[in-house]
């Protein structure tokens, strides 16, 4: 985990809970939050019971100086405001998201730069009586659990009247490095019963009317076509694809560090690891066919 980044976004309960937890795992961790310590902040977040109060201080600014002073080998970085659609250039420094947010409204943001950006992310729910999780990496994303969720799947962390647990916490950050070591996959749901410590798992499929995930990709596949010559039809997907995945769609393809090659009934595609193609012997329209099947 020593070359891994995280980008932990809202620091109140769950989340100054799991930076505590996580001291010294990542090479790189990134806070935001633009609230400020209270001292009603004292019940459910212990994080903060050395903040002295004497002048007013933003959560982010106390952990970044408090996480610094336990541990000098991780790179810590704060922003102390709310995150918002200006700042999806951020989440490209880091491998993954965390959301911690308490409102529906901060993780449709998060999770449209996440889709976007095609960046991991777990989404992170808690309730007096249970836990939840949910785990984006190219898979349904949170938009398409929203649409079809029922009751607390759709909260942030909120309802909180006490200290998260050690067992959540410990059941949390073990899934999180479990995730960012790509052991779980995209899509994954898990509940975890705060009473009897009971884990509920379950996986989630696209929602073909998803408004981000779905229906946006056929916006950025008619942005992305950027030729048609002699060569073929070029396009570029505008973010990391993953070939050795792709791979496994294309049972006659070559992979090779950069790139993917795959031929058929003198039709050729070549696709490199920054998301361009190259379509030989294709139409416009096969060509856009094929990457949608591909990339949703």
Request: hydrophobic share 40%; proline share 1%; net charge negative.
């Amino acid at each position: 985990m020593e070359n891994k980044s995280i980008l932990v976004i809202g620091a109140g309960a769950v989340g100054s809970a799991f930076l505590e937890s996580s001291i010294g795992l990542f090479k790189k961790v990134g806070i935001f939050d633009g609230d400020i310590v209270t001292k009603g902040n004292l019940i459910t977040q212990p994080f903060y019971k050395e903040c002295d109060f004497s002048s007013p201080i933003s959560k982010t600014a106390f952990a970044i100086k408090k996480l610094n002073s336990l541990d000098s080998g991780t790179e810590y970085k704060g922003y102390e405001r709310y995150f918002t659609e200006k700042d999806f250039e951020v989440m490209k420094e880091y491998d993954l998201i965390v959301d911690f947010t308490d409102n529906i409204k901060s993780r449709m943001i998060i999770n449209e730069g996440c889709v976007n950006g095609g960046k991991a992310a777990v989404f992170v729910s808690l309730n007096e009586k249970e836990a939840f999780l949910y785990f984006y990496r190219d898979s349904a994303c949170f938009n398409c659990l929203l649409r079809n969720s029922i009751g607390h799947v759709k909260e942030g962390c909120e309802s909180v009247i006490s200290a998260p647990e050690k067992e959540f916490v410990s059941f949390l950050k073990e899934n999180i490095l479990e995730f960012a070591l790509d052991r779980v996959e995209g899509g994954r749901i898990l509940l975890f019963n705060l009473k009897n410590k009971s884990i509920f798992s379950s996986m989630l499929k696209k929602d073909n009317e998803c408004e981000v995930c779905v229906k946006h990709v056929g916006k950025r596949i008619e942005d992305g076509f950027l030729q048609v010559c002699s060569s073929g039809i070029k396009f570029s997907y505008g973010k990391p694809i993953d070939l050795k995945k792709l791979s496994s769609v294309f049972a006659d393809s070559k992979l090779y560090s950069e790139f993917l090659i795959f031929n058929q009934n003198n039709k050729s595609v070549l696709i490199s690891l920054d998301g361009d193609f190259l379509f030989t012997g294709y139409t416009k329209e096969e060509a856009k066919e094929l990457i949608i099947s591909l990339v949703s």
